[in-house]
């Protein structure tokens, strides 16, 4: 278990444990709970709470109490104590809706960083241009960047919030950052200090450097909206779906584990929709290839019969290709005209 999750798990002991206490105090052992008044009184509480609690936090309350009840009731043999919390106690994870930067928005912000030009602001940039986590960011070793073949380079991100590593392909203007980053480095860093952004205390002293850096950053360009480092990865995942990254790609390079997950990032806009339905249209990529005419094996009407089957997939095939008109049209009548041939050839009776 890690020491964050240990945190958590000690939290909900004690909030649920302070509120037996002030509220049923008469629960002395694990075999009086109930589900009603005890842990529904509990949740009532939770929703109650002022100011109010988000889902995500409610739900960590709660599948951490349903866990250790699970376990107790396992190793204290007190069966009951694994019903008193159901899968439908968990809140439901709120939906959030993708935050890309809006495109003026993007174009200040990068400008105010390169003209900064300072550690905070090149972290910045590289967050914007690789989708990485601040966390990520702030864990990147000194040797993160690798060449992987001529003209293109990897940036390795460690293993992060989903315990999982990945390599972020990147191109020239990102190794720039790097280098740029290295050379911010104080000539004192001692050698023990892996990390390419410098701790001077411990990690959340950059994490707070770099969210400092970027309210100043906003401020400065006279943005009054609210921005936080995180909605560089809505805007690179957005950017990188509309170069033509596949949507399966997008979602690796942002190291998530789920599809659904990917989609509260990217937001794709009635003109990204009109602009992918006209280009499948004109240039579609899921059409077979027109086949090569089969060989025709068999004599007489069955050979014939062959044949038209032949000829009309062929057609077929060419009118789906075509955009809709007077040629799609015709064809589609062509293939009408045969298949009653064929229905004819078929009532033949030929020795």
């Not at 009951?80 to 495109?103: C, I, M, S, Y």
């Not at 290839?289 to 095939?317: C, F, Y």
């Amino acid at each position: 278990m890690g020491n964050d999750s240990a945190r958590s798990y000690r939290r909900t002991v004690r909030h649920f444990l302070s509120y037996l206490t002030a509220q049923h105090p008469a629960v002395r052992s694990l075999d009086q709970l109930r589900r009603d008044p005890h842990i529904l009184g509990w949740l009532s509480l939770l929703r109650s709470h002022h100011p109010p609690l988000a889902n995500q936090t409610r739900a960590i309350y709660v599948i951490y109490l349903r866990r250790m009840l699970e376990e107790l009731a396992w190793t204290e043999q007190l069966p009951a104590l694994a019903h008193l919390l159901g899968r439908d106690d968990v809140p439901r994870k709120e939906h959030h809706l993708p935050r890309p930067l809006t495109a003026e928005q993007d174009h200040l912000v990068q400008q105010e960083l390169q003209r900064r030009d300072d550690l905070a602001s090149n972290a910045l940039l590289l967050l914007r241009h690789t989708g990485m986590r601040i966390g990520e960011c702030v864990n990147l070793p000194f040797d993160c960047l690798r060449t992987l073949g001529p003209g293109q380079w990897a940036i390795h991100v460690p293993i992060g919030k989903l315990k999982t590593e990945r390599w972020v392909p990147v191109d020239s203007t990102v190794c720039q950052i790097i280098d740029r980053l290295r050379s911010l480095r104080p000539p004192d860093t001692p050698s023990t200090n892996r990390f390419l952004l410098v701790r001077p205390r411990s990690r959340y002293s950059v994490t707070r450097m770099l969210r400092t850096a970027l309210r100043q950053t906003v401020r400065a360009v006279g943005i009054t909206t609210r921005l936080v480092p995180h909605q560089f990865r809505h805007s690179y995942g957005t950017e990188m779906l509309r170069a033509g990254v596949s949507f399966a790609a997008v979602m690796k390079l942002l190291g998530h584990k789920s599809p659904h997950m990917t989609m509260e990032y990217v937001e794709i806009t009635q003109q990204d929709l009109q602009r992918e339905f006209h280009l499948a249209r004109s240039q579609p990529r899921h059409v077979a290839p027109p086949p090569k005419a089969p060989l025709i094996t068999r004599d007489g009407i069955d050979g014939v019969i062959d044949s038209l089957l032949a000829a009309q997939h062929v057609l077929e095939m060419l009118r789906r290709a075509l955009p809709n008109g007077a040629s799609r049209n015709r064809l589609g009548r062509f293939s009408n005209r045969l298949t009653k041939i064929l229905a004819g050839m078929r009532k033949l009776n030929m020795p």
